[in-house]
Nanobody, 117 residues
Framework: QVQLVESGGGLVQAGGSLRLSCVAS????????MAWYRQGPGEQREEVARVTGVGLTHYSDSVKGRFTISRDNAENTVYLQMNSLKPEDTAVYFC???????????WGQGTQVTVSS
């Protein structure tokens, strides 16, 4: 059973930084492409970054140059370093398998990121 536990969110001023973590279990993490998603108030969930099992990355235009996704396969953990945060980054952030390759049937609880202006 896929389990995902996100942490690291919080309240930060614009221009600040946060590092999100996600511990995964229930599947072969080391070979699974992973992604971070976010869902702002009244918005659909969107992918912001993804990483392959060997560390190749891709970012949405809205976060490129500010966010960095990484993973530690030994710890079954994927990270999202968020710098130069903007109020429009305010959202609940989720990690999951990359939906380019997998049908996603369940989500973790997510972690709230709030950026004040």
């Amino acid at each position: 059973q896929v389990q995902l536990v996100e942490s690291g969110g919080g309240l930060v001023q614009a221009g600040g930084s946060l590092r999100l973590s996600c511990v995964a279990s229930g599947f072969r993490f080391s070979i699974t492409p992973m992604a971070w998603y976010r869902q702002g108030p009244g918005e659909q969930r969107e992918e912001v970054a993804r990483v392959t099992g060997v560390g190749l990355t891709h970012y949405s235009d809205s976060v490129k140059g500010r966010f960095t996704i990484s993973r530690d396969n030994a710890e079954n953990t994927v990270y999202l370093q968020m710098n130069s945060l903007k109020p429009e980054d305010t959202a609940v952030y989720f990690c999951n398998r990359d939906r380019t390759y997998y049908q996603i049937n369940s989500w973790g609880q997510g972690t709230q990121v709030t950026v004040s202006s």
